[in-house]
């Protein structure tokens, strides 16, 4: 193993002769004596004492070791070495002025290597020992350090002390080297008394934060062990002692002292050199250096060095004349550092391993620490090995230096397990660089021992992870390959390995490894240093005035993270907290901060905990948003955060706020990687973040003591001050209980004066009115230690009647506009009047008058109505308006006026006229909170009352208004004006999560959605609720999940938008399960609804399912069981049929899917077998004649008699909803001439009206067509007009309509992407909106046509005896995949359900449109004269296709992000290079011909293994300064981000 027999000196004479008695002595083992020597008499025979290099070479003594059989004590100051190597032991000698050692590079060997200053047992107290690193960042690389290090050396940089053996610096030994203050000190003072300390005269002292540092220039003894200092000069600052109180609460005293720590005056320093280094400074103020802020664009270092070398030779100076040399520390950040690594034998396994140990007391680093315990070197040709793992390198060697079986063989003691020890050591990092980090890479070799007593100012402390510290500047940083090695983190983040994250490769470090061992941080002085803290370890009676990175650890006593006073006030949070499950942090004392406890995003779920902590003088005291389960993956699993028995403390003057809502989003707003720790999130377009489905905070046993509203104090925030929120998740309820209020007044204790936020059409905003969480905020009182009994606090509605913030499509005016039409309309299309007594606005709306000059194209006086007809404005006859008539509109369009189709009737419906005909007479903008459309049109009403417009509701059921109040229920609440919010005591809001689990839930939108809460069993006239859902996380994904705030005991009427979802799930959450809500969802369909509770199959509330022989509503009780339902297809309630109704209790939830229908028309002849058609019982007519009636179809169906139902009788059904015309599909349309008129409208009247869908004609393709030209008009305003920029945009716009729309985003500019993204907003409203056009326009028809139809109807069954019949044949059912499917595994439950849904309704369908209408069965005869199926137009798609089925292989696109490969993507391919940035999803294409180059001469005529590795990595340089070299470097890059995972190729 290449060891000296003599090396064993070191050990001891028993050890050394036992190594000369070996049979191996003389052999393989050289022999010979120990040679000890001062440096200087250094032997003659060892080559004389090293001298100093010619100066221009710049290397001092150049490159000195120290062999393993020496052992030398430096007795003279040496300046200085280039390489030093010790191989054996180089000792200070301890002697008054002894001595300075200046050197670059110093390695400390494996074994016997020993670099010393003192031991634990003889301190060094004499002398005073001072160790220089001298180096900047362009100091040369060490191309080897053999034969320490395998392979290269340069990712060692420079300016180090490396040790594989031992560095031992003790220093004189003191009892304590900080304290805190113990009497409050003014500024002026020039001393101050200390609860304790060892301090002498000349030492240096930080105070508190470091805002000043002194020098003692007298200590005086004091009573108790107290000792008073003085300084040299007076104090500029004020602190705080422990006789300090705050606001008066002795409990208090002493919690906010300050403290004091030693920096300077031991007697052993290690120092980083202000080294000058690279000319980039500027001289002064008029002479600014051009580099000053780094390599202007297109220069590299090559080009940098050849401007330097001109100048030298033009002006004798080798930099530019506004130039100078930077200094290293305090102004490139370059410290020195210190790491201990592994040491392996280059030729064996079975030689011994060892590893550094650093032991160090009473010792002083400046800017020479950054101090890595345990690095990750792992042999061979480090950092490149692939994969770098040190785990591996470590195990598979079986021998340690100290336990190695030699020690048996010898007969000798075997070395005791060494181990690492910090203690009573200051480091001062002022300018740059850190402490230590107590981090490994997955193998603790042997222990740290616990880290006590020390005084840490700037800088950062790892434990488990890096020390953190982010510097200013980090110009200089010359790195250019990956890893961050320990040098590049020096210079920006501090040192420990760069896998301290919870997306790591390994994960090793990070996050309850209970294969490592505890570090222990205890009793330390932190002075604006930041502390790393992850577990497992035990950090306890530290003062920390830096910000703390915290994984909690579980709170039992003692807690992890324990008896720390912690106060930061200049960064963003004292502690910021990753914590998950129960875990968390107590029993600290935290103050001054802007944020105390602050909860950031987390590798997992956060929930979290805080107990036990007392919090003073903060802005905020908790603030909470942090990582949930992810909405969009349907996971609703129940999390949590927990406050209790923690004391919060206002600020000095009354001020700042106890802790604001907490809320949690699945990712934290924007990826890749947001820097949640500092500014908050990142808003990118990548990535997603969705709300939380399931979360809420509990606060109990807690204390708010001195918050004053005067002095903007106040206990609860709702909805303030969280970075990135978009204020969508704020309706994650609060659960109060015991608190207490410590000299908080009543209108201190609640603030909800927040303004709801974030409306718009781009990422993080919510489409067309602002996001919901505020408006649905809630605070649960459970024991009535906040409202004086139980009850909640609920919040005052917002917006509701102000002018919306875009200009809605359809005239829209405020959000109560935005109420569904199927809510505010009758069975009939007539309105239903909103109420009177509202805070509504007045005016508004967009009106002209046709001019008395305008001439239609007949020549009439007049205005034109235009049509859309082969891409151009085609007047219709008989349709144009007269001169002076009124024109109510929707909105002005590239000088277009679209008509209001409401108030010009449905013939107009896609009716526009020309604005230059017409004059304006009233514009939104000229009012501020403008009246709705729908009340200008429709009018207010009172309670019970019918509106007095014609076009109002006759309907006793649907006298208006729709809703009495807007907002949540709050009936029985009063108003807090100090609170901004409702104070319901004895109430029962709970929240109720209506979730869309359809398989486009991200693709298409649902929303505007309404809850209407009343107490009253009705169908409308309470509390008037409007969602419209979560941000957008994602161009064009809008999560569909709303939470509303309902209350136990009350109905529920639930509306959507657009059609209803396929697949529905209901939610209450945080209710006792006694609790019980009923809702009433409109469906408008004919189809079954079947409930799911627990993945199995609820049955309907037997004999409640309204039937026409059974025209009765069963009421439902909040107390039936959960998941008692049914639904009605009649409409017994409002005359509108399609309406579920459903119990829902505390804590569980329900599945709500509409099944496969078919609806068939057919003639039943009415003879005398009808039997009593006038018999008042009516009971043959609806039994024996439709009993055959349907014993026959399921024969043709093939389907059981039960499947089959009767709806109702032919006409009797039109003018709904859901009539057969706006659902079915045309291609299984099978219509007898004869019955046409009377089952469906003439297709020329329904093709005027808006979005009729489906159907193939050409009045269809001028509708598309005119979306199209309005897109165009829209770009053409945004200011598109470059050609290329035209055609990219029409490359989007061909798009819009297909699933994969935003694949196209990519190739326009950052303005035009975010026209398109608003644009595409816009649309979905445009679309939702038309059809529920579609659906009121087509009642108002029927309706005009009822009573021609009725008369119509009978005459015919007069005439023929026959009778038209509708039956409804209802597809199987299957519990929906989704059920129970686990959050993982989401995404392919929803394929499978979605498969199901397909293929059955392929089945049903083939049934139907296989019937043939000549076939008899039974007795009676079927004479079918319709099939209509639902409209499924991703029926065909192939299992896990997420796109429309068209787009699957159809011979044109390759369409990527649907789910499965597409076929189209076979043709074509074209291998190419890319590199996925860091950090990023985003992926770069590098040119074909470099990279093919670069890999074919690096890694082609190495191992072949796809990747840039081992020694092919020494060959860069064969590159030199050219585009092969940038390339490979880029490879090398992308390798190591992807933990050196090969192509799979092999060249």
């Keep these: 193993c290449g060891f000296s027999a ?22 393989s083992v050289r022999t010979g004596a120990l040679r000890r020597f001062k440096w200087s008499e250094w032997p003659s025979d060892l080559g004389g004492k090293p001298a100093l290099l010619p100066s221009h070479l710049g290397q001092g003594m150049g490159n000195v070791t120290i062999e393993s059989d020496w052992e030398v004590t430096l007795d003279e100051d040496v300046d200085f070495i280039n390489k030093l190597n010790i191989s054996g032991v180089l000792r ?122 002194r020098r003692i220039s007298s200590v005086q003894p004091l009573d108790e062990g107290m000792i008073e200092i003085s300084f040299t000069q007076p104090l500029e600052n004020s602190y705080r002692g422990a006789d300090h109180v705050h606001l008066g609460r002795e409990q208090t005293q002493g919690l906010m002292a300050a403290s004091v720590g030693l920096v300077d005056g031991h007697n052993i320093v290690v120092e980083g050199e202000d080294t000058p280094g690279v000319p980039m400074c500027s001289v002064n103020e008029t002479q600014v250096c051009p580099y000053q802020n780094g390599l202007q664009g297109g220069v590299n270092l090559h080009e940098f060095a050849k401007e330097m070398q001109h100048y030298l030779a033009t002006t004798g100076s080798p930099n530019h004349p ?59 040709n480090y950092p490149h090995d692939v994969p770098k793992n040190f785990q591996r390198a470590w195990t598979r060697r079986p021998f340690t230096w100290w336990s190695d079986p030699i020690w048996a063989e010898l007969k000798v003691s075997q070395p005791t397990t060494p181990s690492h020890k910090i203690v009573k050591s200051s480091f001062n990092n002022t300018f740059s660089g850190n402490a230590f980090a107590l981090a490994t890479s997955g193998v603790r070799v042997f222990p740290t021992l616990p880290v006590v007593g020390n005084v840490i100012f700037r800088g950062g402390v790892g434990l488990n992870g890096a020390a953190r510290r982010q510097w200013s500047s980090l110009k200089f940083n010359v790195d250019t390959m990956l890893p961050a090695n320990d040098n590049a983190f020096t210079v920006t983040q501090g040192v420990g390995s760069p896998n301290d994250e919870y997306n790591s490769p390994q994960n090793l470090e990070k996050f309850a490894n209970a294969a490592l061992e505890r570090f222990v941080l205890q009793d330390n002085l932190l002075v604006r240093a930041h502390l790393t803290a992850l577990s497992p370890m035990v950090v306890t009676g530290n003062v920390i005035t830096g910000s703390v990175r915290l994984q909690g650890g579980p709170l039992a006593n003692p807690a992890p993270f324990a008896n720390n006073v912690v106060n930061a006030p200049d960064d963003p949070a004292c502690i910021f907290m990753m914590s998950s499950g129960d875990h968390g942090v107590s029993d600290n004392v935290v103050f001054g901060c802007r944020v105390g406890i602050g909860f950031r995003q987390s590798g997992g779920l956060a929930e979290g905990a805080v107990r036990r902590m007392r919090i003073l003088d903060c802005d905020i005291g908790i603030q909470y948003f942090a990582r949930g389960p992810d909405g969009m993956r349907h996971d609703s699993t129940p999390t949590k955060f927990v406050v209790s028995d923690t004391v919060l403390y206002a600020k000095s003057n009354r001020g700042g706020i106890g802790m604001t809502n907490p809320k949690v989003h699945s990712h934290m707003l924007g990826e890749p990687a947001p820097d949640w720790w500092t500014a908050g999130a990142r808003s990118f377009t990548l990535g997603h973040s969705s709300i939380s489905i399931d979360f809420h905070s509990e606060v109990a046993r807690t204390t708010f003591a001195g918050y004053e509203k005067a002095a903007g104090g106040v206990a609860f925030a709702m909805g ?81 009647f102000d002018k919306l913030s875009y200009i809605d499509p359809f005239g829209a005016s405020t959000m109560e506009d935005l109420i569904p039409f199927p809510q505010r309309y009758d069975r009939f299309g007539r309105a239903i009047p909103f109420p009177a007594g509202v805070d509504h606005g007045t005016g508004g709306g967009l009106e002209y008058v046709c001019n008395q000059q305008s001439f239609t194209a007949e020549g009439v006086a007049g205005c034109d109505v235009l049509f859309m007809g082969a891409g151009v404005w085609v007047p219709q006859p008989g349709l144009a308006l ?165 209350h136990a005991g009350m109905r529920h009427n639930i509306y959507f938008s657009a059609d209803p979802p396929k697949h529905l799930r209901l939610h209450m959450l945080n209710a006792d399960r006694a609790e019980g809500m009923v ?54 309630e409002t005359g509108r049929p399609g309406y579920l109704y459903a119990v829902i209790r505390g804590g569980q939830t329900i599945d709500f899917k509409i099944s496969h229908k078919i609806v068939l028309t057919t003639k039943v002849e009415v003879t005398s077998d009808w039997g009593g058609w006038n ?184 005439n023929t005896s026959l009778l038209p019949v509708r039956i409804e044949v209802d597809g199987e059912d299957h519990p929906p995949a989704t059920a129970l499917c686990t959050s993982e595994h989401m995404v392919d439950c929803k394929a499978l359900e979605e498969d199901s849904i397909n293929k059955d309704e392929q089945v049903i369908e083939g049934q139907a449109l296989g019937l043939d209408p000549e076939d008899r069965q039974g007795s009676k005869q079927v004479d079918v004269t319709k099939v209509s199926v639902d409209d499924v137009p991703r029926m065909n798609s192939p299992l ?23 076929p189209d993507c076979d043709d074509g391919i074209q291998r190419v290079f890319a590199v996925r940035s860091t950090g990023s999803e985003m992926l770069t294409l590098i040119d074909q011909e470099h990279a093919e180059t670069v890999l074919t001469i690096l890694d082609g005529d190495g191992n072949a293994n796809g990747v840039i590795d081992g020694f092919e990595l020494t060959r860069l340089q064969s590159f030199g300064v050219s585009t092969l070299f940038g390339v490979a470097e880029r490879i090398i890059k992308a390798q190591e981000a992807g933990n050196n995972e090969g192509s799979g190729e092999r060249w």
């Design 92 to 213: 200070f000698e301890d002697r008054p002025g002894c001595c300075r050692l200046a050197a670059r590079y110093i390695m400390v060997g494996p074994f016997f290597g020993r670099l010393e200053a003192g031991t634990e047992e003889h301190p060094f107290v004499q002398g005073h020992a001072h160790i220089v690193l001298r180096g900047q960042p362009m100091t040369p690389e060490l191309q080897r350090f053999r034969p320490h290090i395998a392979g290269s050396a340069k990712w060692m940089k420079s300016k180090f002390i490396a040790v594989q053996g031992t560095l031992s610096l003790w220093g004189e030994k003191r009892s304590k080297i900080w304290s805190r203050i113990a009497t409050s000190v003014a500024a002026g003072a020039t001393s101050m008394q200390l609860e304790e300390g060892d301090f002498r005269v000349g030492d240096t002292v930080v105070i508190d934060r470091g805002l000043e540092t």
């Design 1440 to 1462: 896990g296709w997420t796109c429309l089925p068209d787009q699957f292989d159809d011979g044109e696109t390759c369409d990527c992000d649907c789910g499965i490969w597409d």
């Design 882 to 1046: 007269g001169a002076g008539d009124r024109i109510v509109a929707i909105r002005n369009d590239g000088g277009m006026v679209r008509l209001d189709p409401l108030h010009h009737g449905w013939a107009l419906a896609a009716g526009w006229v020309r604005a230059a005909d017409c004059n304006l007479t009233q514009d939104p903008a000229w009012t501020e909170k403008p009246e709705s459309q729908h009340a200008r049109r429709y009018g207010r009403v009172e309670v019970g009352q019918f509106g007095a417009h014609p076009n109002a509701s006759r309907v006793d059921a649907t006298k208006g208004p729709v809703y009495t109040v807007p907002g949540v229920w709050r009936k029985g609440c009063t108003f807090d004006s100090d609170w901004s919010a409702y104070r319901c005591p004895n109430a029962k809001h709970r929240p109720l999560v209506i979730e869309v689990m359809d398989f486009s839930h991200l693709d298409r939108r649902w929303a505007p959605v309404t809850v209407e809460v009343n107490d009253k069993w009705a169908p409308q006239g309470g509390a008037m609720n409007v969602l419209t859902g979560p941000a957008m996380m994602w161009p064009g994904k809008r999560l569909q999940t709303f939470h509303a705030l309902g």
């Design 6 to 27: 003599a090396a064993f000196g070191h050990l001891g004479h028993d050890v050394a002769a036992a190594v000369e008695a070996h049979e191996a002595a003389g052999t």
């Design 322 to 380: 506004n130039c100078r040399p930077c200094r290293a520390v305090s102004e490139m950040h370059y410290t020195g550092y210190i790491i201990a690594m592994a040491h392996f034998n280059r030729d064996s396994d079975k030689c011994p391993k060892d590893h550094g140990r650093i032991q160090v007391s009473g010792v002083a680093f400046n800017h020479a620490s950054s101090m890595h315990l345990y690095h990750d070197y792992a042999g061979g």
């Design 720 to 800: 303030e001050a969280a970075p990135a929120d978009t204020s969508d998740a704020d309706f994650h309820p609060l659960i109060l209980s015991s608190l207490t209020f410590d000299g908080v007044a009543e209108d201190s204790r609640i603030r909800a004066s927040a303004p709801t936020r974030a409306a718009g059409m781009d990422l993080r905003q919510c489409l067309q009115i602002d996001c919901d969480g505020l408006r649905n905020m809630l605070l649960v009182d459970t024991d009535g230690s906040l409202l004086s009994q139980p009850g909640t606090i609920v919040p005052r509605p917002q917006k509701f």
């Design 1079 to 1132: 809702v009433c969802i409109y469906y408008g369909v004919p189809n079954s609804v079947v409930a799911y509770v627990d993945g199995k199959r609820k049955a309907p509330l037997g004999g409640a399912t309204p039937t026409w022989d059974n025209v009765v509503l069963q009421k439902l009780t909040p107390d039936m069981p959960h998941g008692t339902y049914y639904y009605d297809r009649i409409g017994v």
């Design 1175 to 1358: 018999d008042a019982q009516g009971n043959n007519f609806f039994k024996s004649g439709i009993d055959g009636l349907v014993r026959n179809i399921a024969l043709l169906v093939g389907v059981p008699p039960s499947r089959v139902s009767i709806l109702g009788e032919g006409t009797a059904q039109k003018g709904l909803f859901w009539n057969e015309d706006t659902t079915s599909k045309d291609f299984a349309e099978w219509m007898w001439a004869q019955n046409q008129s009377m089952d469906q409208m003439p297709l020329e009247q329904w093709l005027t009206a808006p979005a009729a869908k489906g159907l193939a004609s050409a009045a269809v393709d001028r509708a598309n067509s005119s979306v199209l030209l309005q897109r165009s008009q829209f770009f053409a305003a945004a200011g598109v007009h470059h050609p290329g920029e035209r055609s990219l945009l029409q490359r989007f716009e061909g798009s819009v309509g297909r699933r994969s729309w935003h694949k196209t985003l990519s190739l326009l500019s950052s303005e035009e992407r975010a026209v398109a993204i608003a644009k595409h907003s816009q649309n979905q409203i445009e679309v939702e909106t038309e059809a529920q056009l579609t659906h009121v326009l087509a009642a108002q028809k029927a309706q005009e046509e009822l009573a021609a139809n009725n008369e119509s109807f009978l005459e015919y069954v007069r």
